[in-house]
């Protein structure tokens, strides 16, 4: 099965978005809801998603607190925090404008 | 806000990183195995599927690489890493450490300690609330070649209504006798407006000061008190102010004592430390009810400027003013007299004349900071080349050469930084100590201090230097050839040509540096050398001079020595008395301006009375302008005593009194400037003053250097004391005298005449003659001490370079020597290579030692700014250091033994 890189800039908003979500998810949940929810298409390169969750943490858009998983083994779980709310419906916005300009482009006659 | 949390959080990850790492790691490697368990279910052998999970993942290692980045501190941690690693090479070679961090540490602290000097005087702005705005204002008649002449009266109440100024305050320094408090004590005053302290802009720490607006006449009944003299006279008394002092005999009330540490700001140490400001509007007894405006008796005064006007505006305004009054009143302003108002600003009044001296010394002092860079630069450059395979290796390995560079760079700063905390933590506990040496006249001097702009300087400096030394090797080390570096390595390194140009053209420019630092502190010693040669004309060995001074009342009808007449018999009997005491052989009195080379006095006088300008009778007198002279008042006796040969005519005697004509004595000086080819016995002057008699010279004397070690041929007139009424005395003593003693003997001698009368200033003249070349000593003991540092440091560099040219060619020196060369050409060879740099380093060297010093001719006496002795002695003696440390070397190059040198790889 073909999979797509996901686009430039726009991990950061698949990530809020996801755990926007589910609440509280660690790193291997949200790989794989990602691809999950986009049915296979969307491929993440897995590791990624860790650098861009340091900026994030810095940032401040999520906070990581460690817990069990439902195997009792250590998790680092991820949550969304205020500002990252904020900033998913910056994203989002920002995104509906990039594709409804794409959309626009590609639909004109 | 938002990036304050941020940075608190990036802060959070820096003091937890291990932790971070950690946490990290584990992350990842939980990601791994639940991909490789979900794998494994869906029916994927073991190892296919860990292989699966990570290529899904990426390279883990790049990654953890990146989310540790993101968080910002790669640079830090990279800095702490170099400087680990600075520390350890250091370790490895302490010897070169330690003469590194040696030299930076002396060199920083030097310059620190002299910039602190610099910071105090020159740069701090007055201690005074808006400095800007306070001037000192300065008449000037250039028409007659008279400089700061002092206002009157009259012109002072034109610049308060002038509209250009807040406040303008003459300011007249005097000295008065204090009686009262214990025994009697001379005390510095100032005589000011009462708008005085209005205008600095300083409030009492005890009391009040004066009214601002008070302008009644006569010398107000208040004064107010310097802080030294409440605690030294009055026990720190905290109802002082219920107190009354008695100056002069006159009685003042104490309004207020100012806070500790204010001083006045004066041109003179004298004039800084004011103990007592009485105040006046100068009119009124005891002065003049309607003053004229020809009397210009008040010698000095400041001013602050109205709020937003510049100097340059004040002074093209005040210029107009002095326009306006010259046409309002010619007789008393005329166009060849050029009257003219200066205003300067106060700072320059306070430090102008040591600006020089002190520029000199900061630039010494730098170029021995920069000599000691370079010396260091070619130690790196030495060390760089044997850790050449090092930094080959590193950079084939992968090492960027920006990180290289950035690493060297690391280890000078760390050099250099670990000099300047050392050189500052001597600096602190050798303050006081160097201090002392520091010339008392020195104005600011308690200001001085290690200020926060002087930790910044000192800080600035180390990083500046470890830059500066640094370069050189960090730039060399990133340009490495990588093939041919590796190449060498196998071999004993001989550093690239490139590599030896750079370390000679090093060592050339320090030559040359030191060169000129050499050459200016030679020129300072000429000058210092001749001044204590020249020949006195006066001999002060065996005469001591002890001060009095008589009480000058506000009211004239009670002053006991009112007159001359008067005060003859306090005189004589004073002569009588100081002649029984033990070892005198002879006995004198003057005014305090008799005191020869009294630098202190010199200045006083003109800060306190102005200049002594005088006009001559007749038209064969040379100039009919009035010209300034310098006066004493002396009796007979004090030529014989400071042997000053008279040459015509005779001495003041007995026949001349207060009835008789005043007589006065001249130097040949004044005789041949004002009566050249003429005999001037008979001839009269007079003080250009309205009312002045007459005064006829009686007597010629030989010329004496009294006024001015540095000027010979000053015009001196000498005038009778039994016919004036002059309160500032000296007494002078010759003969075998306990130095120690003859003071208080003085001083009971005239007490027992007058027990309410100060003595003090009690000095040899040898003493005196000594303090005049104080500052001229301390510049050059400075700019001595840091030039022999620099030839040291010079000589320690040259031998550098050529022992490691000497290291270098063992090889080739081996086969030659196996080969037949004789030792003695191999000697020379070595040598030739030493004397080759130093005498390029010498030529640049004298190109701007010449610059350098017409700049300082201002500092020097009697010695040619391109002296030409100095300029071969000291390149001579340069060139012999240079061979000296080169022969070291150059010997070592003839002992070789070649059977080792060629097995020497």
Redesign the interface.
């Known amino acids: 099965m073909r999979r797509d890189e996901i686009p430039p800039g726009t991990l950061y908003l698949l990530i809020l978005k996801t755990l926007a979500r589910s609440g509280e998810m660690?790193?291997?949940e949200i790989?794989n809801s990602i691809q999950r929810i986009s049915q296979d298409v969307l491929q993440v390169?897995?590791?990624?998603l860790?650098?861009a969750?340091?900026?994030m943490?810095?940032?401040?858009w999520v906070t990581a607190e460690?817990g069990t998983t439902a195997e009792n083994?250590?998790?680092?779980y991820y949550r969304l925090t205020a500002a990252g709310r904020k900033q998913l419906e910056v994203e989002m916005k920002q995104f509906e404008r990039v594709i409804g300009a794409i959309t626009r482009v590609i639909e004109a006659v | 806000m938002?990036w304050l949390?941020?940075w608190a959080?990036?802060f959070r990850m820096l003091l937890h990183r291990r932790q971070f790492d950690a946490?990290?790691d584990?992350?990842?490697r939980?990601?791994l195995e639940?991909?490789q368990q979900e794998q494994i279910a869906a029916g994927m052998p073991a190892d296919e599927a860990r292989a699966a999970a990570r290529r899904?993942?990426?390279?883990?290692t790049c990654?953890?690489e990146?989310?540790h980045i993101?968080?910002g501190w790669e640079w830090l941690e990279n800095l702490g890493q170099d400087a680990r690693y600075g520390l350890r090479m250091l370790r490895k070679s302490p010897g070169f450490g330690a003469v590194a961090i040696l030299t930076m540490a002396l060199s920083i602290g030097a310059t620190t300690a002299i910039f602190s000097v610099v910071d105090a005087t020159l740069l701090r702005p007055l201690p005074y609330p808006e400095p800007e705005q306070l001037v000192s204002i300065q008449d000037d008649l250039p028409g007659v070649s008279a400089r700061d002449v002092g206002m009157s009266e009259p012109e002072w109440q034109d610049l308060r209504r002038s509209g250009i100024f807040e406040y303008v305050s003459p300011t007249w320094f005097d000295e008065n006798n204090l009686t009262g408090s214990s025994k009697p004590a001379r005390v510095r005053i100032l005589i000011v407006a009462p708008n005085y302290f209005a205008l600095l802009r300083v409030k009492p720490q005890l009391g009040h000061t004066f009214d601002p607006e008070d302008h009644s006449p006569g010398i107000l009944p208040e004064v107010v008190i310097s802080d030294g003299l409440w605690k030294s006279s009055f026990g720190a008394d905290p109802h002082i102010l219920d107190r009354s002092i008695r100056m002069d005999t006159d009685l003042y009330r104490i309004a207020g004592v100012m806070l500790p540490g204010f001083d006045a700001p004066g041109r003179i140490a004298e004039e800084r430390n004011i103990e007592i400001w009485p105040a006046t509007s100068f009119y009124g007894m005891p002065m003049s009810d309607h003053p004229p405006r020809s009397r210009r008796n008040l010698p000095t005064a400041i001013a602050r400027l109205k709020p937003g006007l510049t100097i340059a505006q004040a002074q093209s305004r005040l210029d107009a003013l002095v326009a306006s009054l010259q046409k309002e009143f010619p007789r008393d302003y005329p166009p060849q007299s050029g009257w003219a108002m200066r205003l300067v600003p106060l700072q320059e009044r306070v430090v102008g004349n040591v600006r020089q001296s002190l520029i000199l010394l900061l630039c010494a002092v730098a170029l021995v900071l920069l000599i000691g860079c370079v010396n260091i630069a070619n130690l790196l450059l030495a060390r760089a080349s044997a850790r050449g395979r090092e930094m080959a290796l590193r950079q084939a390995l992968g090492a960027a050469r920006k990180r290289l560079v950035l690493q060297l760079l690391t280890e000078s700063l760390l050099l250099s930084l670990t000099g300047g905390v050392i050189g500052l933590a001597i600096l602190f506990f050798a303050k006081d100590f160097l201090l002392r040496f520091l010339p008392e006249n020195l104005p600011r001097l308690n200001h001085i201090s290690i200020t926060w702009s002087v930790l910044l300087f000192a800080v600035a400096a180390s990083i500046a230097t470890g830059v500066i030394f640094g370069l050189a090797p960090a730039l060399h080390a990133g340009r490495a050839d990588l093939t041919d570096a590796l190449k060498e390595a196998g071999r004993a390194s001989t550093g690239s040509g490139e590599q030896t140009r750079t370390r000679r053209l090093l060592v050339v420019t320090e030559f040359a540096l030191s060169l000129v630092l050499m050459i200016a502190a030679g020129l300072l010693l000429r000058s210092f050398w001749d001044l204590l040669r020249v020949p006195l004309g006066f001999n002060p060995e065996n005469v001591m001079a002890v001060r009095t001074r008589l009480p000058a009342p506000n009211d004239p009808k009670i002053d006991l020595y009112g007159t001359a007449e008067k005060e003859a018999p306090f005189l004589r009997e004073v002569l009588r008395r100081a002649r029984t005491l033990p070892g005198v052989e002879e006995a004198a009195i003057g005014d305090t301006a008799a005191i020869p080379l009294d630098q202190s006095l010199q200045d006083l006088k003109r800060i306190s009375e102005g200049q002594y300008l005088v006009t001559f009778e007749g038209s064969d007198a040379q100039s009919n302008q009035p010209s300034v002279v310098e006066r004493s008042f002396v009796t007979a006796d004090y030529f014989h005593l400071m042997g000053i040969p008279l040459l015509r005519g005779r001495l003041f005697n007995d026949s001349d009194n207060d009835k008789s004509p005043q007589v006065a004595v001249i130097n040949e000086a004044f005789a041949r400037t004002y009566w050249p080819n003429q005999d001037s016995l008979g001839k009269r002057f007079k003080r250009n003053r309205e009312g002045s008699p007459w005064i006829t010279v009686i007597g010629i004397t030989a010329n004496a250097r009294t006024a001015s070690l540095a000027q010979c041929g000053v015009p001196q007139a000498y005038l009778d004391i039994y016919q004036t009424n002059e309160k500032r005395l000296a007494i002078f003593l010759r003969g075998h005298l306990d130095t120690a003693a003859i003071p208080e003997e003085v001083r009971t001698q005239v007490q027992s005449v007058d027990p309410t009368l100060p003595l003090s200033g009690a000095q040899t003249l040898s003493e005196t003659v000594s303090a005049s070349l104080a500052e001229r000593r301390f510049s050059m003991e400075m700019v001595g001490l840091f030039a022999v540092t620099a030839l040291l440091l010079a000589g320690l560099g040259i031998y550098g370079v050529i022992s490691y040219i000497v290291s270098a060619s063992t090889h080739e020196i081996g086969i030659r020597l196996a080969l037949g060369a004789q030792r003695r050409n191999i000697l020379n060879e070595v040598l030739r290579q030493g004397l080759q740099l130093a005498v390029t380093g010498a030529a640049a060297g004298i190109a701007g030692a010449l610059l350098v010093s017409h700049l300082m001719a201002g500092l020097l006496y009697g010695v040619w700014p391109a002296d030409p002795l100095t300029f071969a002695g000291v390149t001579a003696l340069f060139i012999g250091v240079a061979l000296g440390a080169c022969y070291i070397p150059a010997r070592r190059a003839t002992q070789i033994d070649p059977i080792v040198a060629l097995r020497h790889e």
């Open positions: 660690h790193g291997y790989a390169e897995e590791g990624s860790y650098p969750l340091q900026r943490l810095i940032k401040g460690w083994r250590r998790a680092r | 938002k949390v941020e959080r990036r946490d990290l584990e992350e990842m939980l990601h639940l991909r899904r993942f990426g390279n883990a990654l953890k990146e989310s993101a968080w």
